[in-house]
């Protein structure tokens, strides 16, 4: 990029890189992440062209084939849309909010950054859940219930998917129960950030937290739908902490093995 080094990255997707710390990380995700800082120094916004495959082999140093590893993984977080015959282009903003001006600062491998998502997710999803507990109606509280449920049973059966699902669709049922749109687009935004730092700061979804996050679910879950706001809050929040706790530990062993 203009002002920077290029990384140079072996024409095998799976080539790894070293980095200061000693640790290692596929050069398709180094490369994700410098086509991230691209589309943010070139202001690009959703909607707006990218450079092609080529362009970006040659802007970044390396080889069209590890660029197009790294679009498929920013295609699956939903940062850039591939058109087939047109090219590639920054993905549609879907959230009230909008990743153009979320998404264009927060880097997935930046530990400041994934910490303070984290610091902003609590305080949003205790708001969500303490809003939800006075305003769910039946049909909501049995939607919340049921992607705990989902999230239970992916964990028992070591369906890691299934799981995922489950999560997502709780907090973000939890959000809807707010009947707050502010909060709900903000939720949603906020876990497909986390989903990056997930993908391809930590190189897959991390993990060791499951067991604990099926019994904070229940509690977050009981307390709204005993309509006790406090407790809900207070649930979500101690969520928050250990699912930080649970990146903070897995960082800390990567890093310092």
Not at 14 to 42: C, D, K, M
Not at 139 to 149: G, H, N, Q, V, Y
Request: negative net charge; hydrophobic residues 40%; charged residues 25%.
């Amino acid at each position: 990029m203009d002002g920077k080094p290029a990384v140079k990255v072996d024409s095998d997707s799976e080539q790894r890189q070293t980095q200061s710390t000693g640790s290692y990380r596929p050069g398709y995700e180094l490369v994700a992440e410098q086509i991230l800082q691209l589309i943010a120094e070139l202001g690009l916004r959703p909607g707006d062209r990218m450079p092609t495959e080529n362009e970006l082999a040659s802007r970044l140093g390396t080889s069209r084939t590890v660029v197009r590893e790294a679009v498929k993984i920013l295609s699956a977080i939903g940062r850039v849309r591939a058109q087939k015959g047109r090219g590639l282009y920054v993905a549609d903003d879907e959230g009230m909010l909008g990743s153009s001006r979320w998404g264009s600062f927060f880097l997935p491998t930046d530990l400041d950054h994934v910490y303070t998502l984290f610091e902003f997710r609590r305080v949003q999803e205790a708001a969500a859940s303490q809003l939800a507990a006075t305003r769910a109606t039946p049909a909501e509280l049995r939607a919340i219930e049921a992607a705990a449920d989902t999230c239970r049973e992916g964990h028992v059966t070591g369906q890691r998917e299934l799981f995922d699902r489950g999560d997502d669709d709780f907090h973000l049922s939890i959000a809807a129960a707010s009947h707050n749109p502010f909060l709900v687009a903000s939720v949603r935004e906020a876990r497909r950030l986390q989903l990056q730092s997930s993908i391809i700061g930590m190189h897959g979804t991390v993990g060791g937290h499951a067991d604990e996050a099926v019994t904070e679910h229940a509690a977050i879950y009981q307390a709204i739908r005993d309509g006790d706001a406090e407790a809900a809050a207070a649930a979500a929040i101690v969520h928050l902490d250990k699912t930080l706790e649970d990146y903070r530990r897995e960082i800390q062993r990567r890093v310092f093995g």
